[in-house]
């Protein structure tokens, strides 16, 4: 979902190119913190099982910048989603979020009655099931992305302190 309102221009870091050889390109991944635009909401990946994970990004006039992530070992959804909600808070006091997970998070597990986006619900959390599920077209939507220069920067600016996110692209 993109702004109501177009926010003020807003510099950001020059970021420092991969220096390991690809065949499909990769996140330019910015020198120094990537901070929030006030006023553009924060868009929100997340994924569910043991190893839960949320991606916090916004979508500046076509530009992605992927500003945190918080990534879980072993933890089930009632416990991430505490976490989850605190990290919110504090990483992004009083910030809009469009919190989106996995479509799978649609259906309840053999061990518990309430499906993972219940539970998010009933944390506090609006959460929706990503539009679609197709791994060739999320793929190409980041390859788009990652490809395109916008104001001579890369379309997909990402926060150095993703590591396991940055891990899923080398």
Not at 95 to 108: C, F, K, S
């Amino acid at each position: 979902p993109e702004p109501t309102s177009s926010p003020e221009p807003v510099a950001t870091p020059t970021p420092t190119p991969s220096s390991e050889p690809t065949s499909s390109p990769e996140p330019s991944v910015t020198p120094e913190p990537l901070l929030p635009i006030p006023n553009v909401p924060i868009i929100v990946g997340m994924d569910f099982g043991l190893t839960p994970a949320a991606v916090f990004a916004q979508h500046v006039r076509g530009k992605w910048l992927i500003l945190h992530e918080l990534v879980a070992q072993d933890m089930g959804i009632v416990r991430f989603a505490e976490l989850f909600r605190i990290e919110l808070a504090q990483r992004f006091p009083g910030m809009n979020a469009h919190v989106y997970g996995d479509p799978a998070g649609d259906y309840r597990a053999q061990t518990d009655e309430r499906t993972p986006f219940q539970i998010l619900r009933s944390a506090g959390i609006k959460a929706f099931p990503a539009g679609n599920n197709d791994v060739s077209l999320r793929l190409e939507a980041v390859s788009t992305a990652l490809s395109r220069l916008i104001d001579g920067q890369s379309g997909f600016l990402m926060d150095s302190r993703c590591v396991n996110l940055l891990k899923g692209f080398r």
